[in-house]
């Protein structure tokens, strides 16, 4: 076997390692919320590790839980680790206690609940959610017991009982159950990037700011504070001289202003400036308790006479209330307080200190964010936690009259951008208009968002309305399932495989508008990725839905999904050999195919197919030899891995990693042209290479603008005579608008494509000054030291 096809096994130091770091973070992080989520991936990945080491984990499987079937959903961590628990299991939920209650049954048996529903009472209950729609699968489990019903009351005894004997001996584990909601399962023709109940999440974890809760607590309570002991002291001023008269009450009003002190420092804590024993209040508050009450020592005497003392420093140091300054008695040290605090802001009740303290006292009556959060949470009090917001804007007014005067939260106040935007994306609208206002950031999001659009499509082949919403309900929630890492080319697990799909996939019932709805879907995401997003790999999980809906549609369109470097298994399945033929009836002989040096004619020859020992799919050893020997591989480079992504993205130039499918057989075509995609597509290239410079670790940098200049050379090549010349003067034009080392950087690139445009080769030696831009490298990358 060639060094490059050694297969590859599963490091258990991987584990290991994510399990120390979750470790250190949960003993050692000041935030409670961030520990806790450290201690749940610790327990997660205790037993990922523990799996591995006893065998009760094969990670790398379909089937990674032992005593697990492949349709049962794995809880899985990051890089596609299986932990040993289902993601249906667990422990109790509320809603599970709660039917355990009603039915009279145990708290803690699931097979009970289970059995529960299959009597005639649990049927009933089980009827009734079917046809209201009210429920929420969280799990693609949760639709289970749902399916039988359907199927008995559709009079399919025997699916029924199929279904059952698959599921029953994992009834004591699993929940079958979904929870009742008090609104209908979504219909999917909207979708929204985050639910109600996330949108909750994210508004509760608005925490006060202490800082913030300082500031206002200083504006409120300790300034009005210091105004009132200036002016106190204000009261004994005769002439220019602080001391010179004693007022009648003058006395009485400073003990009291003295007790009024106790009191605030007990009951607000937050802000302590006030304690500064250098600070202005805090002098004059110790001169006010040792004029009242006397140093600790010495016998007593006059109001009047402890005063003057104080003037002249004639007393001993003082000491008065907690925290106060010991150094108030020292010779002026009292004038010098007084005389700074009315500098600075005015004699209380003056002019200009009044419009300071009404602005102050305006700025700490403005609601926080977290005051404004929870008026927002009260708005959704009533919204199911699965759906998102038809509208926005109800969400968004001001704090009216009523919730103020329910939360103390000052009417009128605005809600600020920074709840503006989770609120946002929760909107719930068709998925090109999230894209168009931006909501939809990045191909990424828009293939979270993807699964909501595909399940309403595939559902409408189920003609009967309770079951066509129950499979919307179920597909999106497998679509949440985590994918596994997987060895040996084996495929993740299709929805069609889960027991109760396949139980009712004798009521699925295909026609030409089933079929025309999946494939006007198919072209509208194609579309959105290729105008939104140009210069951006398709991501896995969109490929996954976008062969969903093309099996729908009876397209028969062929998706690679883009693979792992450190597990490539050293070939490749028959896919993607079938997706470069496919790319050879778009671009044989185009501008792409030349740029490359691709022989699509030999590809269209290569015929070898067969299953070699040990994969889990038809494989051509031919079409990877022709990856390996594109990728010209050093067997002196450093890194296997390195290696194996040079072969890799050779796959990926070959078979234009989706694109060649998007445009033929689905028949995307974006209706501004093609030159306007590639030209958005060398953007990214710009600014991914203008992040180079200065970047030590700008190895994934350089892959991702290599492969947004693949995506810009299969556009062009779309593109007639005159758009590519046009667009390729363009570049020149956009490349010398960036900084100096983008431009150098650049340069041999953008030479090496106006000497493909004219009919020369990149592998001709007589052009010297040109590259051929690709991502992945074994000695070092050139255009990091460029």
Not at 20 to 45: G, I, L, Q
Request: charge should be neutral; charged fraction near 25%; aromatic fraction near 6%.
């Amino acid at each position: 076997m060639n060094e490059m096809q050694v297969r590859p096994a599963v490091n258990p130091g991987y584990a290991g390692g994510q399990l120390a770091k979750a470790f250190h973070t949960a003993a050692t992080h000041e935030d409670e919320a961030t520990r806790r989520r450290a201690e749940e991936r610790v327990r997660r990945w205790t037993g990922v590790a523990q799996g591995m080491a006893d065998g009760s984990l094969t990670i790398g499987s379909r089937t990674p839980v032992r005593g697990l079937p492949a349709w049962v959903t794995p809880e899985v961590v990051r890089g596609g680790f299986a932990t040993g628990d289902a993601a249906a299991g667990g422990p109790w939920t509320a809603h599970e206690a709660e039917v355990a209650a009603r039915a009279g049954l145990r708290t803690d048996d699931r097979l009970a609940v289970f059995r529960y529903f299959l009597t005639d009472a649990g049927l009933d209950e089980l009827y009734t959610m079917l046809d209201s729609g009210r429920y929420h699968v969280a799990v693609p489990e949760e639709a289970a017991l749902l399916t039988v019903a359907w199927l008995l009351r559709a009079g399919d005894r025997f699916a029924a009982l199929t279904l059952l004997d698959e599921i029953t001996p994992y009834a004591d584990r699993l929940r079958f159950l979904p929870r009742v909601c008090d609104t209908p399962v979504p219909d999917g023709s909207a979708v929204h990037r985050e639910s109600v109940g996330s949108l909750r999440a994210t508004l509760g974890a608005r925490r006060p700011k202490p800082a913030v809760e300082a500031m206002n607590e200083a504006l409120t309570v300790w300034n009005p504070f210091a105004d009132q002991l200036l002016a106190h002291w204000l009261e004994t001023v005769d002439d220019g001289r602080l001391g010179a008269v004693h007022p009648a009450g003058w006395t009485e009003r400073g003990r009291e202003l003295l007790e009024r002190y106790r009191r605030l420092s007990v009951r607000h804590t937050l802000c302590t400036k006030h304690r500064n024993p250098r600070g202005n209040s805090a002098i004059l508050l110790a001169a006010l308790a040792e004029a009242l009450d006397g140093p600790r020592t010495g016998k007593a005497r006059g109001a009047g006479a402890r005063i003057a003392d104080h003037l002249t420093g004639r007393t001993a140091r003082g000491a008065g209330p907690r925290g106060a300054a010991r150094g108030a008695a020292r010779p002026g040290l009292l004038r010098h307080a007084v005389d700074a605090m009315v500098a600075k802001r005015g004699v209380p009740g003056s002019p200009a200190h009044a419009e300071l303290r009404a602005r102050q006292a305006a700025d700490a009556s403005t609601a926080t964010l977290h005051e404004l959060a929870r008026v927002l949470i009260t708005r959704l009090a009533n919204l199911r936690d699965d759906a998102g917001l038809p509208d926005t804007a109800w969400l968004l007014v001001p704090v009216t009259d009523e919730e103020a005067e329910r939360t103390g939260v000052r009417a009128g106040s605005p809600i600020p951008d920074s709840l503006r935007h989770p609120v946002e994306r929760a909107l719930s609208a068709p998925v090109a208009t999230l894209v168009e206002r931006g909501i939809v950031p990045s191909a990424e999001v828009l293939a979270e968002l993807v699964p909501q659009l595909v399940a309403a499509t595939t559902a409408l082949a189920y003609h009967d309305p309770a079951l066509r919403t129950l499979m919307t309900a179920g597909y999106g929630a497998f679509a949440e399932r985590r994918s596994l890492l997987l060895l040996n080319l084996e495929h993740q697990v299709r929805m069609e495989e889960l027991p109760w799909v396949r139980a009712v996939s004798a009521y699925r019932r295909v026609s030409t508008d089933t079929a025309g709805n999946a494939r006007e879907a198919l072209a509208e995401l194609g579309t959105l990725t290729v105008r939104a997003f140009p210069g951006t790999i398709v991501p896995n999980p969109m490929l996954q839905e976008l062969g969903s809906l093309a099996r729908q549609a009876g397209v028969g369109a062929v998706f690679t999904e883009e693979l792992a470097a450190d597990i490539f298994m050293g070939t490749f399945s028959v896919k993607f050999l079938r997706a470069a033929q496919n790319a050879g009836e778009l671009l044989e002989g185009s501008l792409y195919a030349r740029y490359y040096g691709i022989d699509y004619a030999a590809i269209r020859e290569i015929a070898d197919v067969g299953r070699e020992r040990g994969f889990a799919a038809d494989t051509s050893d031919a079409f990877a030899t022709l990856c390996r020997e594109r990728a010209d591989i050093d067997t002196r480079g450093r890194s296997w891995v390195a290696a194996n992504g040079k072969v890799i993205e050779q796959a990926q130039i070959l078979t234009t990693h989706n694109l060649a499918a998007l445009v033929h057989p689905i028949g995307v075509e974006p209706a501004e042209g093609w030159a306007e995609p590639a030209r958005g597509a060398y953007r990214t290239v710009c600014r991914l290479v203008q992040q180079i410079a200065g970047n030590p670790r700008s190895l994934g940098t350089v892959k991702d603008a290599a492969y947004a200049w693949r995506q810009t050379l299969f556009f062009l090549s779309l593109c007639g005579v005159e758009d590519q010349f046009a667009v390729i003067a363009w570049m020149a034009e956009e490349t010398a608008r960036r900084p100096k080392h983008t431009v150098r950087r650049l340069a041999p690139v953008l030479a090496g494509l106006r000497h493909v445009f004219t009919g020369g080769t990149l592998d001709d030696p007589a052009s010297p000054n040109t590259r051929r831009f690709l991502g992945w490298a074994t000695d070092g990358h050139w255009m990091r030291t460029a």
